[in-house]
């Protein structure tokens, strides 16, 4: 396959159904976790534009910055600490429609104002990672995002 995505010019529902197959294309038959991260965070990136779009990976006890799309993050994120670190914990999709409105988010980047993070599960129910995405614009998320980009997560 060539690796060129077709994204379409409709809207957020539109965008997400055309390039959730083309994602589950890309990664189908590749068994690099590291590869397939890197290939969903650009492709994620390229299609929204979003301010920030990567992964973190649970190691021990914290989440450590995996491949990613945006400005520099932070690298290492305890069980429970900001957003991603709660996600981990509670292993729930958290919506944050104002990070300044979150208590004890983590602002890597002072231009975030909304947030969505999903926990990557495995079969046995256990976070093994992260999903996060981050706008420059409050309120940017919805449950249209969590619904997609769960189904995307499911891929992994």
């Known amino acids: 396959m060539a690796e060129d995505l077709c994204i ?9 159904r055309m ?16 590869a397939n991260l890197a290939n969903i965070a650009a492709a ?10 990567g992964f973190y990976l649970v190691k021990g006890e914290e989440l ?10 932070c690298t290492r ?29 983590i602002a890597c980047s002072s231009l975030s104002r909304s947030e969505i993070v999903l926990p990557l599960l495995c079969a046995k129910g256990e976070v093994w990672g992260v999903l996060d995405v981050d706008s420059e ?3 940017s998320f919805d449950e249209v995002d969590a619904r997609f980009l769960q189904e995307l997560c499911s891929y992994l």
């Not at 010019?9 to 997400?16: D, S």
């Not at 959730?20 to 976790?33: A, R, W």
């Not at 994620?44 to 779009?53: P, R």
């Not at 450590?64 to 993050?73: D, R």
């Open 8 to 16: 379409s010019n409709g809207g957020k529902e539109e965008k997400y």
């Open 77 to 105: 994120i305890k069980k429970g600490r900001g957003v991603c670190g709660k996600a981990w914990e509670r292993a729930e999709i958290l919506v944050v429609p104002d990070v300044d409105a979150f208590p004890g988010h």
């Open 44 to 53: 994620l990136k390229e299609t929204f534009h979003f301010f920030w779009v």
């Open 64 to 73: 450590v910055l995996a491949p990613f799309q945006g400005p520099v993050a």
């Open 137 to 139: 614009n409050l309120n």
């Open 19 to 34: 390039l959730l197959p083309q994602i589950k294309c890309l990664i189908e038959g590749e068994d690099d976790l590291i």
